[in-house]
Structures are given as structure tokens and as C-alpha cells.
């Protein structure tokens, strides 16, 4: 059918309302996921279509086998960095998660996960028809998850259903409060009671130093556009050799007439899975990436900072557990509230403040609670922020001390 | 875990190993995904991880439902410019045909597919839990798809199972020889008998005009990387309104302990699915995909020249269905293979004597068999390609009649 013009000049000349250059950005699921210079460059090199399988191999047909660009390699060396044994990259780090429940449990299965989970751990679940059991956490103001519980979480399993979980899950840091659950806890539940253990890294890996094997994980999930300054949609799938003829089995599918068979193809994977820019800027970046987990302590001094200056105005305070582990924060700013209800601009006056001084990420609208995070500042851009939260509680007659 | 840099230093500055502007590509699978320039434009603006996400209404907190970019109305005119109702972006054409699949058909249901079909379509119903039932082909050197022999299979799967099957799926081209399967025949047969009729375009849309309605398809499939000139990956599901309720099924989760639900989020998309650079260049090329498909005539014209031309040469036949009517071309060339026995390059020589006169994309190594695709080269490229082949073939002694 034809489209008139005017709806197709709707795609042309398409800009983000602000250049990332100019502006700072709090907004919490974008720092770790800004290209490197090298990923910029290499996603125009390989923007077109299939281009990064020029050199696919004819006989395997597979995209972890292609070695120009080094794609075979990048698999090794991304198990590698992450503790683990083997890595696939796939289109999101919920289809990670769908992969895993699906070579995991049959329908009907428990998996139970911490109650800070992202959604898409639970609708991953869902699509593979499991169920979930979710672990408590002790609510405000801490939103702390009792860790210990997954071993009572699994025992109700088992007497509800006569068998184990599925898996475990565990959000190594939640996306709400930035909480840092320790893994280890759940890793030695896991092993006691023989549950397969699923540690989402979505905010940690690739910008924190993670190693798997340590930290006790059979499988790790990541999301290259949250956290490894690769475009989207990435995620990654990384697991130990126990699983790994699960999670790589070949296809067994042969066609009833033809007997065409697809043996080279991995089942879960549907073959081959992210062929071009996204896996590209992966790549790219990587050499970065493995740089700058290194500087994480400094990552943390600098939301810490932060956090204790921005508490210095009256009625702001930061919610999860303290001190902060992670640059993902969420502030309560109940004095920031009152002043909506009175301003002619209602909750978007925040916005406006901090867009007017070139900052921007938390959500329009919101002032009683908000997300940010700090993640690759500069102590610079760390001051100006603060300064920026100042000068707007100062204009509205805010306490600071 | 630490990498040493010899390794890092893999990925600094990774290139395709020819340039685009400089060669003629005849790969058979990137023809269609070769980026527009605004797409160019695009990436760079949008390459930044969740970038396409700076305006994320809050409450729907879909991928289907931001404004700006327009990503909200881009749903809306690629399901008109289809002739389908409703429509999803996707990670890739297989994610969408597994979809399909995954909201059609239960565990050990059948689907009834063209012989032809690309091994995706296979191993999408295999993770789907289905089996498949071919409908055959003529074999050489037609490989023409039986289309009527659709209700027969149906009726196969009748007796076996009790039930029809799950769905039916064509193939409107096929990717080994480029035949064009009259989509309008299985469309009839479907309706008849009252199967979900799944029409993978994989290879027609974005370059071929094609109105889903017309073809009496239920559900359209097709590859943004592979025909839209998108970078990879991306995929398009495109459906009738008799399936939206399935297909966009909210999801029903609920936490057992927190009652958490997340009713805005489409359980088979598992919430939001290409919120990035392949998204983004989909939609920046749209505009030119909408023009291109009218000069999909010329495309054919173009197509059919260069095989007449090529077929002067003895030993050389175009396979598949004549004539032409899409530009994905299967030549057997057996006199190549002859010169290649005695080459001391083997095989390889046909590649190195196209490379050497600035022509890539046939296959190293492959001299009986070869697959092409002529789109969008221009009239002074194709007669480069023929008069690249005659020089290859005077070289080495053949016949050009």
C-alpha cells in the first residue's frame, strides 16, 4: 500500500531532542550502554544488514563460527572475562533469561527469583510457561531481599510439587533501588540444593568486575545496551560446561518428506542471532569495557558523593540499602513534591529546572520519587549535578544544611 | 577476568574486508539490507544503547507506544504499507515465524510448510514444539513448490492427529532459488480449511510491492536486515485483527508474594524487542523502501538480462523457476567446475578472478552451484557483472555464443 509523503517525512531527519555532547544524562538505563568512539566507528563499517557475514563459513552456516570480524573469538574471550565457560550473545538479556527457563523447565515449573526482579524476568518465565516463586525483601527503606529464603522458597517448592525448581534466579542489582545482592549467598543454596542458579547481570556485568565462576553462577545474563556500551538490542548468555549441551543442543528437527536436517544450528538460539550492529558494537567496545570495570571503586566514590550531597537539602533522602554499592539510585524528594503542588507546572518543573541547566534523564513529571545514575560522570559533571540540585532547592526556598 | 591487550587488540578497528562503494556486491542474502543514507544518518543519531527510549511514556512503558522517535506511528504505517492490520518489529524474521508459531500451536501440533522453506522456519517450530509436515517440490531443475498439494497435507494431518494443523506457512520466495510461490493458492486452501496462513516475505517485502490482504495472508514474516535496507537484526511480524488478541496477549503474570503484575507488557514480544539501531534504521530507510517497491519491475528486467547474457557462456544454467521473477538467482555452472579441477586455485579461482575485477559475494570455493542477487545494481553494473563473466570464461576457453 502507499503511504503519503507527509507521514514519511515523519522519518526523515530523525534527532534525539538533545545531543548527548552538550547535555548531561541521569537517565538510569542509559550510561553504561553510550558507544565508545570505537563502537561508533565500527557500527557505520558494519550497519548494513548482514555485513558482518561476509566470511560466514559455508559448511557450520553459524554466527559464532565466523572469524573475520572476529566474532568465534569474541565468544571465547566474553566467556573468558565473565568467569564463564561458554558465551552466546543474544538479542536481549530477557531472551538470555527465556533461553535459560526454557532448556531449564518444562511447563508448569517453579523458578524462584528475588521480588526486586525486573518484569522481564517474569515474562520471561511466563513464555516458557514456568512459574514463579518469589523471595521477600524487607520493603521500605531498604528493599533489602532476604537472601537466605531462597532456601525456604525451594523447600516450598518441593512440597507444593513433589520436585525441585526449574532454577534460581538472582538480580545481582536490582533495577529499582541499585541494591547489590550478593551473590555468593544464593550461589551456596543453589549448590546444596542442586538448582540450576541464573545470576542476572543486566547493570553489573560490563561495567563492574564480574567473575561467575566466584561468584557461583551456572548461568549469567547480561544486557550489552545497559551495560557495555553497545547499541540495542544485545543481550548476553553465558553459562558453565554442565549446561552448556543443554543450553547448544542442535536441532533435531528433519524434514518429513526432504530428511533436510539442521544439525549445525543451536536450537535455543534459532540459529544465528544478533548478525550486525548491535553485536558489532559489543565487539568494539569491548577492549573498553575490560578497561573500565577496573575503575568501578571510583564509580562508587562518586555516586556516594552524590548521594550525600544531594541528602544535604531538606526532605531527600535515598532509598535501597546503604552505603550505595552501584551508581543505579533511586532518591526520595518529598520536598521536591511539595513544590509541585503549588508550581503551575506541576511535577514537570523539576524537569524543566534541570533541562535548563542541560541536564537530563529523570523522568518528566515525576518529583516525589526518581531514578538517576552517575555511572562514567566526571567528578566535574558530579559537582555541576549537585550544584544543579542546589541552586533549584535554594530558588524554592529549600533548607540546605 | 582480565584479557591480555594482543587480544583486545582484535577488535580495534575491525573492517569489512572490501568496501562497499568500491565493489559490487553480489552476495545473495545483503542486497536488500544495504543501508539508505539517511539510515546511515540515523544510526550514528540513535547508536547509543537504549537511546530510541529518551521518551518512554511511563505508564505504558512500551516500545509500541513512544511518540519520538515516531516509533509508535512507524507500527501503524508499516502495517498499512503491508495490507496487514497490525504490526511488531521483532529481533529477527525466524523470532517472528517462532511467535507465530508459539501463539498458534501447542506441543506436538503440526505446521504445514513448503519444502522449500528456509531452515529457520524449521528450527522456529521445533523451539515452538511443533512438527512439521513438507509440502514437496518438483526437484530439478524447477524446484517447483506443489501449492495445491497444501490441502492434501492437511488432510494428512487430519487423519494422523485428529485436528488440523496449527498453521500453514509458504515461503512467497524461496532462498535457494529465488522462485515466487503464488501466495494466492495456499491463501484459498487455507481459508477452506480454516488454518491460521503464515506468509514468510523474508526476501519479497521491502522490495517487492506486496499487500498481505491480497494474498489472503494471516500472518505476514519478513527480515528488516535482509530486505529494508535495516541493519540486522531485525524482523517483522505483521498480523490480522482476527489474531491481535493472541499475538499482543498481555501478559498474566503475577508474583505469588508481592502481586506484582505487568499487564501493559505483550507476552510474546516479552515487553519491548529491537529498541535500537536496527529499529531506527528500519525506520529511517522506510521512506525509500516505500519508493523502491515501485521499481520492482525494472529489478526483474534487470535480473532476467544478466542470466540470458550469462547462460550465453556453455556449461551455464539458471535453476530454479524461468523466468525470473525475483532477483535471487541459482546458477549451475559446470563448466566452471571443469576449469576448476585442473586450477591450481581450485575452486577458489572463480572467486579470485570476480574479486580481482572488483566483484564479490559468490561464494569462495563454489564453481558448480552458485547463488546471486542482482537488487538494486544498476543497468551499468549488471552489464559489468555480464562482461566480467564473459572476460573469466574467454580466459579460460569457453564457448560464449
Redesign the interface.
Known sequence: ???PQD????????????A?EEYINL?P??R????TE??????????????????CP?KTARLDMIT???IQ??YQ?LA????MDVARVV??C??AK?IAF?MLGGAGDYVVLD?TAH??S??????AEL????V?NSGPPEYRVDLEAYAAKIDEVKKETGKLPAALLLTHIDYLYGNLNDAKVVAKIAKECKVPYILNCAYSAGIMPI?GKELGADVLTSS???SW?????TGILAFNKSLEEKFTAR???E????K?K?GA?E??M??C??????L??L??S??EV?KRVERWGEEVEKVRYLVAELERIEGIKQMGMRPKMHTLTHMETESFYKVSETHKRKGYFLYDELRSRKI?GI?P??TKHFKLNTYGLTWDQIRYVRDAFFEIAKKYGLKIS
Not at 517474569?122 to 513464555?127: D, G, K, N, R, S
Not at 556500551?229 to 538490542?233: N, W
Not at 524434514?255 to 526432504?258: F, N, S, W
Open positions: 500500500m502507499k503511504i507521514r514519511l517525512n515523519r522519518y526523515v531527519g530523525m534527532r534525539r531532542d538533545f548527548e537517565q538505563i542509559q553504561g550502554g553510550i558507544l570505537e563502537a561508533r566507528r565500527a557500527i557505520l563499517e558494519f550497519g548494513d544488514g548482514y555485513s558482518t557475514c561476509d566470511w559455508p573475520d570480524p572476529p573469538q569474541f574471550d573468558e572475562f565473565l568467569g538479542t536481549r530477557r531472551e527465556f526454557r521480588s518484569y522481564s517474569y515474562i520471561a518465565a511466563e513464555l512459574r514463579v516463586k518469589e521477600p567473575n550489552g545496551h545497559k556500551a553497545a547499541s540495542a538490542p536441532s533435531k528437527m524434514g518429513d518428506l526432504t533436510r539442521f544450528k536450537l535455543a534459532l540459529g542471532t544478533v548478525m550486525g550492529a548491535p558489532i558494537t565487539m568494539a569491548f577492549p575490560v537530563v523522568q513529571g515525576l
